[in-house]
Nanobody, 121 residues
Framework: QVQLVESGGGLVQPGGSLRLSCAVSGSIFSIGFMGWYRQAPGKQRELVASIPSSGIPNYAASVKGRFTISRDSAKKTVALQMNSLKPEDTAVYYC???????????????WGQGTQVTVSS
């Protein structure tokens, strides 16, 4: 059974940094899309950063220059380094991966369990 396991959330002061990680457990063939979403209370889930198999990342305007997404396909992990955090970054963060379980199969959507990031003094 394939699962995504997130780690690294927590409470940080404005201007601080956190690093989120997402690891795949279980046997898979390959990973395509890797992304991080977030959802703040009362708001819709939004895409924060993504990185396809080509390795060229994309960022939401609100985090560009502050967040960095990275992937390690061999280790089946994706990370989000978050610097210069602001109170408006407070949200539950979810990793989202497109995973091909076996050769020739389709890519399926998998989500992490979510990790809380709170930016407050």
């Amino acid at each position: 059974q394939v699962q995504l396991v997130e780690s690294g959330g927590g409470l940080v002061q404005p201007g601080g940094s956190l690093r989120l990680s997402c690891a795949v457990s279980g046997s898979i063939f390959s990973i395509g899309f890797m992304g991080w979403y977030r959802q703040a209370p009362g708001k819709q889930r939004e895409l924060v950063a993504s990185i396809p198999s080509s390795g060229i990342p994309n960022y939401a305007a609100s985090v560009k220059g502050r967040f960095t997404i990275s992937r390690d396909s061999a280790k089946k992990t994706v990370a989000l380094q978050m610097n210069s955090l602001k109170p408006e970054d407070t949200a539950v963060y979810y990793c989202n991966l497109g995973i091909q379980i076996r050769p020739g199969g389709s890519y399926e959507d998998y989500w992490g369990q979510g990790t809380q990031v709170t930016v407050s003094s």
